[in-house]
């Protein structure tokens, strides 16, 4: 299956579904059907079931995420955001020592 080049994938809440002005704006609509004892999907289960349907039937879509490179930036700041220096470990526990 080759999927259009501009898709989006809107989805909708459990009780209310898509707004009617997004239903009539939509070339097409999709239901997921549910078997067994199931009653209703959260909205992150029937986005990924979605998805993983999509990515199956052209892996194309799923793209690059992140530009050439970018990974190791996004890690690097992530990392350096995250982590704590060594004076700061200690004072830390320092602190904890004087609580007790």
């Known amino acids: 299956m ?4 501009l898709l989006a994938v809107v ?7 898509i707004s009617s002005d997004m239903r009539t704006v939509a070339d097409r609509c999709i239901y ?3 078997y067994g004892f199931t009653e209703s999907l959260n909205v992150s289960v029937a986005a ?16 690059q995420l992140i530009g050439e490179g970018r990974g190791a930036q996004l890690l690097a700041k992530w990392k350096a955001a995250a982590a704590r220096t060594h004076s700061d470990i200690s004072a830390d526990d320092s ?6």
Do not use: F, H
């Open 2 to 5: 080759q999927l259009p080049p």
């Open 11 to 17: 989805m909708g809440s459990e009780a209310s579904g």
């Open 32 to 34: 997921l059907p549910m």
């Open 48 to 63: 990924a079931l979605v998805l993983q349907v999509l990515i199956t039937a052209d892996p194309s879509v799923r793209g």
């Open 95 to 100: 602190s904890l020592g004087n609580q007790q």
